[in-house]
């Protein structure tokens, strides 16, 4: 397993001397640039070398100035000048990159690269935000980021603030007080609520039992929004012998069917589905299949 952390900032004089390539570059502002402002300044890397190659006199380097210092210290030079030139049009706006950008690699080349503390599978390549953050990745190992572990060989994908958007669980994982299955997508909300994942058992979620395998999405708040009705219940006897097996659920004393989507109001109550039978709903009589849908106070709608 690999814990995906940035190292701890701290000053190297060779830090600069050993950039080789834009990956070297953006991890060494990601362990180094404690205000994450884009520029190095004295006590994140020694003022001898913020002092030397300041070229534009605000007593800090970004990372275009980077790039020309590592130039100085290499036989050969280590970017190009157009890939300089790009970097110092992307920093006079705040910038890391011009434009959301992927990093390929040598196709061939199935090693690793580590890229702001999280190992990434080469050949996948990895992209990133302007503002130098990652985008997405294919994880080489199974990894941990905030007490969640992503499977190896999974894309995982972030917000711009490096939060996950979304990655696969490497185990069954407890998140927010509800277990979700392994090898399942689960999605995040920006401010790091869970927005979508699928139960690893049978479950009582805001008041309303689903079956393992529901897929569950929550809003910005926390609120279930949508439930994902499953195919089939794992194990079932009828399963085992080969033969289908479709479990409606049961939710606010109405049966739904199986494989199909309950969406919710934001007061918990039910606020659309499919029916699983033929059901008498406050006095009206309707078929098995039938869409119904409910106002928040729990009225039919035409």
């Known amino acids: 397993m690999f814990t995906g952390c940035s190292p701890s900032p701290k000053s190297d004089p060779g830090a600069i001397s050993k950039l080789k390539n834009t990956i070297d570059l953006i991890n060494l502002y990601a362990e180094k640039d404690q205000n994450k402002d884009l520029e190095l300044k004295a006590g994140e890397i020694p003022k001898a070398e913020v ?28 970017f190009i000048k157009e890939q300089i030139d790009l970097m110092k049009k992307a920093n006079d706006k705040g910038r890391f990159f011009h434009k959301q950008t992927t990093i390929y690699f040598d196709p061939v080349n199935k090693g690793e690269v580590t890229v702001r503390g999280i190992s990434f599978l080469k050949h996948y390549g990895v992209s990133f935000y302007e503002n130098g953050m990652i985008t997405s990745g294919v994880l080489a190992d199974d990894t941990e980021i905030k007490g969640i572990e992503y499977m190896e060989n999974s894309r995982l994908q972030f917000y711009e603030n490096g939060q996950v958007e979304r990655g696969y669980l490497a185990d069954d994982t407890t998140i927010q007080d509800i277990e979700y299955a392994e090898s399942t997508a ?13 139960l690893a058992e049978e479950t009582t979620v805001q008041g309303n039992k689903f079956y393992e395998d529901s897929g569950l999405e929550f809003d910005k708040a926390g609120r279930l929004k949508t439930a994902l009705l499953p195919k089939y219940k794992k194990g079932s006897f009828k399963l085992r012998l080969g033969l289908p097996y479709y479990p409606d659920t049961i939710l606010q004393g109405i049966k739904f069917k199986a494989a199909t989507a309950v969406k919710f109001h934001e007061n918990g109550r039910v606020s659309e589905g499919s029916l699983a039978k033929n059901t008498i709903l406050q006095g009206k009589t309707l ?7 409910f106002d928040s106070s729990g009225q039919l709608q035409e």
């Open 51 to 78: 002092k030397k190659h300041d070229k534009n006199k605000d007593h800090a380097l970004s990372p275009w100035e980077v790039m020309e210092a590592a130039n100085k210290y290499n036989s050969k030079p280590v």
């Open 287 to 293: 078929k098995a299949g039938t869409l119904i849908k």
């Open 186 to 198: 689960v999605s995040f909300h920006e401010n790091g609520k869970l927005s979508y994942g699928v």
